[in-house]
Structures are given as structure tokens and as C-alpha cells.
């Protein structure tokens, strides 16, 4: 299957600060890749649509001036939680489409754990 | 997107054993995939079904796309440690690659 990278895998960060994950799809192009947070036994919460050259799109209740959104080339997205707080701290998850046109499939980078002090 | 009907939430099993779970839902979907997250890690795709009927094969996995397009299921056969994790189903049916997920079942697996 299609690889897709995620960097860092973990980030402890004070709050206040700002923190950037990016998610590289290796060995294709993905026009569109998302965003999900991922709370301790449960299922993947989807954050945000992101598309290459254009603004991405929130689920409802995701701030979107919180959680910054990038895509500006076809193997790069990047998501920046900005002034983090202790409640921002979760498992990112990034996933890019990289199957056949429509089936759905969809490819996972590793996770990124973000630890807000 | 819309949560997918997910069941069991969790399974003790011992090594050896088969398993079985499974995903409903009230709304259609084109596409059936499932996918197993260990701890840490994100979701790697497993199965990915694209037909109602069609039952596929992935080593001891098995997966199914429910005649009604309404649901899938998932076995695993002859379990073994490495098995261990938790199995997301995902179903898809519009034309922006977005999923609905299961809830997720946790299994596990006793030597």
C-alpha cells in the first residue's frame, strides 16, 4: 500500500506555545489528505479536509483558528495547534488518499502524540 | 462522518481461536474497509471491499460486504499473539474519500 509519513511522532510542548505536525505522502500524490484527534480508546474523530492549493475544510466544532491547516504541495500537509493548552494534548492522526478514484481508501501516517505541559 | 455500528467493543480470546466481528449501519455504502491500530500507531488497511457480496480474503483475515450494502464483517482465523490490537471497520460512499469509522474492537489475545 501507499506510505504516508507523519513528523514528530511525539511533541511535548509548554502551553502557550505552538506546535506543527507534518504528513508527507512518500511514494504518491494526494490531493486531499485529513486530519483526525484520537482520545485514548476510542475511535478517530475527524478534524479537517485539507486539499492541495486551497483552504480546508473544518468538521463542525473544530476551531479552525486553533488548528491550522497547510497543504501546499501534493505530498505535504501540515496541521499547527496554535497557543496549545493541556486539553489540545491527543494522538493526531493524518491519512491521504492514495487508492483507486472514489473506492475510499485511505492511508495512515504513524501519529503524532502531543503532550501539552 | 457518521459512526458505524461496531460490535464486540472488546474480545479476550486464546491463542488459537477465531474470531469474529462486525459493522452495521442504517445508511448505504460503496466501499467496506477495515483496518488494525496498535498502540501508538495509526490505522493500517487490512481489507478493503468494493462490491455487496464479495467476501475477501487476506491471509487468516476474511472479510465481507454485506449483501445490503449495510454491513460488513471481519474474521480472523486462528489467532495468534501478534493479532492483538484494535480493528476499526470504515465505510465510504461519496466521492470525497471521507469515512465513517466503527468505534473500534479491542481484541486480545491469551497465549
Known amino acids: 500500500g501507499a506510505v504516508v509519513s507523519q513528523h514528530p511522532s511525539w511533541v511535548i510542548c509548554k502551553s502557550g506555545t505552538s506546535v506543527k505536525i507534518e504528513c508527507r505522502s512518500l511514494?504518491?500524490?494526494?490531493?486531499?489528505m485529513f486530519w483526525y484527534r484520537q482520545f485514548p480508546k476510542q475511535s478517530l474523530m475527524l478534524m479537517a479536509t485539507?486539499?492541495?492549493?486551497?483552504?480546508?475544510?473544518?468538521e463542525q466544532g473544530v476551531e479552525k483558528d486553533k488548528f491550522l491547516i497547510n497543504h501546499a504541495s501534493l505530498t505535504l500537509s501540515t496541521l499547527t495547534v496554535t497557543s496549545a493548552h493541556p486539553e489540545d494534548s491527543s494522538f493526531y492522526i493524518c491519512?491521504?488518499?492514495?487508492?483507486?478514484?472514489?473506492?475510499?481508501?485511505?492511508?495512515f501516517g504513524e501519529g503524532s502524540r502531543l503532550t501539552v505541559l | 462522518g457518521q459512526q458505524l455500528n461496531q460490535s464486540p467493543q472488546s474480545m479476550f480470546i486464546q491463542e488459537g481461536e477465531d474470531v469474529s466481528m462486525n459493522c452495521t449501519s442504517s445508511?448505504?455504502?460503496?466501499?467496506w474497509l477495515w483496518y488494525k491500530q496498535e498502540p501508538g500507531e495509526g490505522p493500517v488497511l487490512l481489507i478493503a471491499?468494493?462490491?455487496?457480496?464479495e467476501l475477501t480474503s487476506n491471509g487468516r483475515l476474511t472479510a465481507q460486504f454485506g449483501i445490503t450494502r449495510k454491513d460488513s464483517f471481519l474474521n480472523i482465523s486462528a489467532s495468534i499473539p501478534s493479532d492483538v490490537g484494535i480493528y476499526f471497520c470504515?465505510?465510504?460512499?461519496?466521492?470525497?474519500?471521507?469515512?465513517?469509522f466503527g468505534a473500534g474492537t479491542t481484541v486480545t489475545v491469551r497465549a
Open positions: 491519512s491521504a488518499a492514495g487508492g483507486r478514484p472514489n473506492t475510499g481508501e485511505l492511508f
Open positions: 511514494d504518491f500524490q494526494a490531493t486531499t
Open positions: 485539507s486539499n492541495e492549493g486551497s483552504k480546508a475544510t473544518y
Open positions: 445508511s448505504i455504502f460503496n466501499t
Open positions: 471491499l468494493y462490491k455487496a457480496g
Open positions: 470504515a465505510g465510504h460512499r461519496s466521492n470525497d474519500y471521507k469515512l465513517s
